[in-house]
């Protein structure tokens, strides 16, 4: 009977005989440096598709805060049961409330325009 | 005619200055021990290119990151070693051990192991491809620990360095390691050795 651990060391003693294989194919370096070369093409092509997208976000900042001032300025201003707002010069903004006068009026338009019998109360 | 050959640093901070062809001779110089260190891990030469090659890319990409005080070729075998962990965590493979496996050179090593055999060459064949076996059935660190430690001769120390475990680890893990050998070992030919 032959010992496991006798018989693992004598393939591993086998094994550390075969010198190490460090042949290299032929111009393999040319075939590293002409990935070296293009790599910094590529990260420069990276960089370039984020500064436009860094960009256009930047660009796209001011009409953003634009629309968002004028859609909270139209929610704001009073209507006068029409629909059409009739923003007021002198009357100062108001806060956001559920309770607003004008959402009551907002309910009564959309109910008008389903059932033109409701009177929306 | 030495003063003209540039050192390894003297290249590193030519690279480093925006001049990626003084990276070549790095390559040639290293390239045979690459080369000879991802033909422990991966058997067929198309990987084994692969790996040399993310090697150099990723020292030349990390650079800026050697800081010169160990040799540029510890940092490069650290590079080696570690993309090496990373192939064999890839290419991790679950086999089911049977004898029926072996080859009849493997299984002709089994039988005659012990004795004097004048086929030095063909013994050492099949002694590599059963431990190739052997190391495939354990995990990816711990088949690297074996490689440099059993099959490289690399002291636990150097292995500690190159892998990041502690000393003790690498010793606990080598350990266990060839624990999983042995019942690898046994579970190819039970009748012979069992």
């Known amino acids: ?121 | 005619m030495d003063a003209t050959i540039p050192t390894d640093k003297e290249l590193i901070a030519e690279v480093l200055e925006g001049n990626p062809e003084s990276f070549e001779p790095l390559v040639v110089k290293y390239q045979p021990r690459v080369f000879a260190i991802a033909r422990r891990y991966a058997r067929r030469e198309d990987e084994v290119e692969d790996i040399v090659q993310t090697v150099f890319m990723k020292a030349y990409s990390k650079l800026s990151s050697y800081r010169g005080d160990a040799p540029f070729e510890h940092w490069l075998m650290r590079t080696a070693t570690f993309t090496c962990y990373d192939f064999l965590r890839k290419h991790q493979r679950n086999r089911e051990w049977n004898a029926t496996d072996l080859s009849n050179e493997e299984n002709e090593w089994l039988e005659n192991v012990g004795e004097d055999n004048s086929e030095k060459e063909a013994n050492q064949s099949a002694a590599k491809a059963l431990v190739d076996r052997l190391l495939e059935g354990l995990k990816p660190d711990d088949r690297m620990i074996i490689t440099m430690l059993d099959i490289e001769r690399k002291s636990v120390k150097e292995i500690a360095e190159l892998t990041d475990f502690t000393e003790s680890n690498v010793k606990v893990r080598a350990h266990r390691a060839r624990d999983k050998m042995k019942k690898i070992l046994a579970t190819l030919a039970p009748e012979k050795y069992l």
């Open chain 1, 1 to 121: 009977m032959k010992k496991i651990e006798d018989i693992l060391e004598r393939l591993l003693a086998e094994t550390r005989g075969i010198p190490a294989n460090d042949r290299v194919p032929y111009a393999f370096e040319k075939r590293i440096m002409a990935h070296i070369k293009e790599a910094p093409a590529a990260v420069a092509n990276i960089a370039d598709v984020w500064s436009a997208w860094a960009q256009s976000l930047w660009k796209a900042v001011v009409p953003c805060l634009a629309v968002l001032v004028l859609v909270a300025v139209w929610m704001k201003a009073p209507t006068d049961g029409t629909g059409a707002t009739t923003p007021q010069g002198n009357a100062a903004p108001a806060i956001a409330n559920f309770e607003a006068p004008g959402e009551e009026d907002l309910e009564s338009i959309v109910m008008l325009a389903i059932d033109p019998d409701s009177t929306g109360e």
